[in-house]
């Protein structure tokens, strides 16, 4: 497997580990917003319209993880400043 797949790979596994995805639903009205599997734009260069939804922390612990994470990666790229 070439390195960007493999990267690519990797960060939907770390999204997926560290996040719960679902369908929007308007805070305000109650009514979902559904997701269209055959929302693309039209042409030669296919790609998704831009569609809402719901992303939130798995718990606690995650967001500690992922701020420890973030706080270690900038202590890391420090020296190249």
Do not use: C
Request: aromatic share 12%; net charge positive.
């Amino acid at each position: 497997m070439h390195l960007a797949e493999r990267n690519m790979w990797r960060i939907a596994a770390k999204l997926l580990w560290a996040f719960e995805f679902s369908e929007y639903v308007d805070s305000k009205t109650g009514i979902k917003s559904p997701l269209d599997p055959n929302a693309y734009n039209p042409g030669i260069l296919q790609a998704p319209l831009p569609f809402k939804i719901a992303i939130k922390p798995r718990s606690k612990e995650h967001v500690r993880r992922i701020d420890q994470e973030m706080s270690d990666a900038m202590d890391f790229l420090k020296q190249y400043n």
